[in-house]
């Protein structure tokens, strides 16, 4: 059974850093795609980072782009995102997602995604 859980969500002041962590288990990702998305209630789910296939590349939505930094560690099966100089608009339940189609996908869109963490709170204050 495939599992995505993620951690190191809390509340920071803005400014601080933050480290997400998204460990992955029942499956190897190494090569797959992966990806961090955000949601506000009633908002929809948002775009944030991930890293493609098959370069591997990272691409970032233009809102985190210099502040955030995706990567992952093959060996441990886990994908980051490191978060400096967070913003009181960055407050939102962290999603990861891998997605396992290998097909050149759009993955700054929820609905390429696969397989889904169950989220992890991050909250900054002003």
């Known amino acids: 059974q495939v599992q995505l859980v993620e951690s190191g969500g809390g509340l920071v002041q803005a400014g601080d850093s933050l480290r997400l962590s998204c460990a992955a288990s029942?499956?190897?990702?190494?090569?797959?795609?992966m990806g961090w998305f955000r949601q506000v209630p009633g908002k929809e789910r948002e775009f944030v980072a991930a890293?493609?296939?098959?370069?591997?590349?990272?691409i970032y939505a233009d809102s985190v782009k210099g502040r955030f930094t995706i990567s992952k560690d093959k060996v441990k099966n886990t994908v980051y995102l490191q978060m400096n100089s967070l913003k009181p608009e960055d407050t939102a339940l962290y999603y990861c997602?891998?997605?396992?189609?290998?097909?050149?996908?759009?993955?700054?869109?929820?609905?390429?995604?696969?397989?889904w963490g169950q989220g992890t709170q991050v909250t900054v204050s002003s």
């Open positions: 997602a891998a997605d396992v189609g290998r097909d050149y996908g759009d993955y700054s869109r929820p609905a390429t995604y696969d397989y």
């Open positions: 029942g499956r190897t990702f190494s090569r797959d795609a």
């Open positions: 890293i493609t296939w098959p370069s591997g590349s990272p």
